[in-house]
């Protein structure tokens, strides 16, 4: 990571050629750039119908994160919410990767959603890590009405 200083700069940020640069936060004048690296990583035959099924797994866990968040309290090493989800669903099967056209032969120039979609299997998944805390529920009856008040 390379810093410049230059006094009449009052904001650059963007990219240019391999490079994104941006000001630094706190103090001014001075523009931060840094590097992109050109490689790209392209997937192979194995790897696309795992990068299919993490990707659907992500994908409903933004869905569904209120219920996650309740269902997935923070562990010892500070992990909570989705990312526990993700890894758990991931680790019992709940999503794989099956690939459009069996017969057709994996390239990687292609991206995988390209030519994987992924099944999500319902009947596994799993919305809570252990068993939940019962809410405290008490009921009002009034027989007159008909009508039961739950606080």
């Known amino acids: 990571m390379s810093k410049e200083l230059e006094p009449a700069a009052t904001g650059k940020s963007g990219r240019r050629g391999n490079e994104i640069f941006w000001t ?3 103090k001014s004048g001075i523009i931060v750039a840094r590097a992109v690296s050109a490689r790209t990583i392209k997937l192979d035959a194995e790897r ?3 990068a ?21 309290p923070p562990n010892i090493i500070r992990e909570k919410g989705a990312t526990l ?3 758990i669903n991931l680790k019992n099967g709940v ?5 459009n056209d069996p017969d057709a032969p994996v390239s990687k120039n292609k991206k995988a959603s ?3 979609h992924a099944e999500i299997h319902f009947d596994r998944l799993l919305v809570a890590n252990g068993e939940l805390e019962g809410p405290d ?3 009002a009856i009034d027989k007159e009405s008909r009508m039961l008040t739950f606080t």
């Open 52 to 72: 299919v099924a993490f990707g659907s797994i992500g994908h409903l866990s933004r869905k569904m994160i209120k219920a996650i968040r309740l269902g997935f």
């Open 137 to 139: 529920v008490t009921v």
């Open 85 to 87: 989800f993700i890894r």
């Open 24 to 26: 630094h936060p706190t």
């Open 95 to 99: 999503a794989e990767g099956i690939q």
């Open 114 to 116: 390209e030519e994987f």
């Open 48 to 50: 696309k119908p795992h």
